[in-house]
């Protein structure tokens, strides 16, 4: 078969005619919007969660005690994300994705009410991981389930919806977190997903029906096995490296030997298993493909700049500009508002054209024109030239952000559709992962130097003491270090900013070498699959 082209429904490697047990079935645009409304409202519960976490820290902190540990709070829950992300994705392949996808959302939910109920530090942060571990099936669940009920011709009219989800998440979330936390107590943070998650639950087994899936397969235990210890190993790096541990630390060199070793011993054992004729967790061969391989990588690039620039802009905007640090969410409010009229726009147009090649190129130039201005930001830019530029990342991002899933969704067999969905969505959280880790390395680095350079060597260690730095805090510095810290944060922001740019610069290069396949469209009603027995 050649590269990059996929059986179409209905047709065997062949050429003849195969029966696919996960065949799309047509539905009109009214039945897949009902069922839309259960699917967005879990990808929010996904997305909001940190968001809203993020703003009550300092209060869980003050309750609970174990400030030492409030890292990990975050931490567990990404960890258990990352890692679970594939295997969700061959779960739902296996074993359908209706069951798998209502398993994730209980258990996310389960993690919700404890974390509420939790009453001690170490406490929460198993409870996030339990938490983690479901969000991780929720937004693979959420895409695949759209891969296998929209065709990726038509899919571009829905997107638009999910860049609103996202909006809603980053802009709402600050703000619904603090004024829960204020008006109730940091245990509603959690407990307001219960009833959320109990909405889409009804929702999707409801009005969810899609062809029942009957596997004999055996589940990989080995490579999952692997692939969880390798990812947790990498995510650890990228956390720990410059912030809890210096890079060159035996900490952080063991983490990476032990993602090293177990990374190769998955590729082995899935070798193995594909050999057998059984369901390796990852098939490699889905990497044989230009096209998926390549937007995985274009995702890395995208996860690595969208996830540096949400964490860094609100610092300098809160630092430099004096913006609240509780409407910390709003800063962002430009570059989302970018994310979701180009998404919208580009959206529609994949679907009445069913071309999309120009798209990634685009985003992907747009997406480094963005870094670049943002580069520009110093002491005296004003919040207006700011929200400028972060419009002009929002807009890059746009382009980018749904056709990656789409194009590596679209790049594989329709049984295959999980296990796409979430390489891809693996690929973009471990690129902001790197994003965030070496993004606050590079700003810890210049940040110290700048200080030290203003303000000596007493100025560098003053700063590097107070890491938690606070805006109110800062209003009662010395005007001097005030004023230096101001310049430093400055010099930290460009420094990202301009490393981001290049990081960027190599997405042009990635889009340039995609192919142009023909995006699958609705079968019409004489081709389509015979009726199969449905989930209920």
């Known amino acids: 078969m050649a590269q990059d082209q996929i059986p179409q429904q209905g047709e065997a490697a062949d050429g003849g005619a195969a029966p696919d047990p996960d065949a799309q079935i047509i539905r009109s645009p009214r039945e897949i919007r009902i069922v839309l409304s259960g699917l967005l409202i879990a990808m929010l519960l996904a997305m909001l969660d940190n968001m809203i976490v993020g703003t009550a820290m300092p209060t869980i902190v003050g309750d609970l005690g174990g400030v030492n540990h409030l890292s990990w709070v975050v931490t567990s829950y990404i960890l258990a994300t990352t890692a679970s992300t594939p295997i969700w994705g061959k779960l739902g392949d296996l074993y359908g994705r209706k069951g798998i996808f209502m398993a994730s959302i209980v258990i996310f939910l389960a993690g919700s009410a404890l974390s509420g109920l939790s009453q001690n530090m170490n406490e929460l942060i198993i409870f996030r991981a339990l938490q983690g571990l479901g969000a991780g099936g929720l937004i693979v669940g959420v895409m695949s389930i759209m891969g296998a009920l929209v065709p990726p011709r038509e899919r571009g009219k829905y997107q638009g919806m999910f860049a609103a989800v996202m909006a809603v998440a980053m802009i709402g979330g600050p703000l619904v977190g603090g004024t829960i936390t204020d008006h109730l107590s940091w245990h509603w943070i959690f407990y307001i997903n219960l009833p959320l998650g109990a909405l889409a639950l009804i929702v999707i087994a409801v009005t969810l029906h899609l062809p029942q899936v009957r596997s004999t397969a055996r589940i990989d235990y080995l490579g999952a096995g692997l692939l969880t210890v390798g990812i947790v190993a990498l995510v650890l790096v990228t956390t720990w490296g410059g912030q809890s541990y210096a890079w060159g630390s035996w900490q952080v060199a063991g983490m990476l030997a032990l993602a090293a070793v177990s990374l190769a011993g998955f590729v082995r054992v899935e070798q193995r298993v594909a050999q057998r004729g059984e369901e390796p967790v990852l098939p490699l061969h889905l990497f044989r493909s230009r096209n998926f391989s390549l937007i995985c990588g274009l995702g890395f690039v995208v996860g690595f700049v969208m996830f540096g620039a949400i964490t860094f802009l609100p610092l300098y905007q809160q630092s430099v500009q004096g913006a609240s640090a509780t409407n910390s969410g709003l800063l962002l409010m430009p570059m989302m508002l970018g994310v979701l009229v180009v998404s919208l726009v580009v959206g529609q147009a994949v679907t009445r054209t069913g071309r999309y090649k120009i798209y990634p190129v685009v985003g992907s130039l747009v997406m ?48 295959d559709i999980g296990v796409a969905s979430s390489s891809s969505t693996f690929f973009r959280t471990i690129g902001g992962s790197f994003g965030v880790s070496l993004f606050g390395a590079l700003f810890s680095s210049r940040v110290t130097h700048t200080m030290t350079e203003r303000l000596g060597a007493s100025g560098g260690k003053a700063i590097a003491g107070h890491a938690q730095l606070t805006p109110g805090m800062l209003t009662h510095l010395p005007t001097p270090v005030r004023e230096a810290y101001d310049h430093a944060v400055a010099n930290g922001v460009h420094s990202i900013f301009l490393w981001g740019a290049l990081i960027s610069a190599a997405g042009i290069a990635i889009a340039f070498f995609l192919k142009e396949v023909p995006l699958r469209a609705t079968p019409k009603p004489s081709e389509a699959e015979p009726q199969v027995a449905v989930e209920v």
């Open 368 to 415: 480094t024109a963005g870094m670049l201005l943002l580069s520009l930001l110093d002491t005296g830019t004003s919040r207006f030239t700011s929200g400028l530029f972060m419009v002009v990342l929002g807009a890059g991002l746009g382009f980018l952000m749904q056709l990656t899933m789409l194009v590596a969704q679209n790049s594989v067999a329709l049984r």
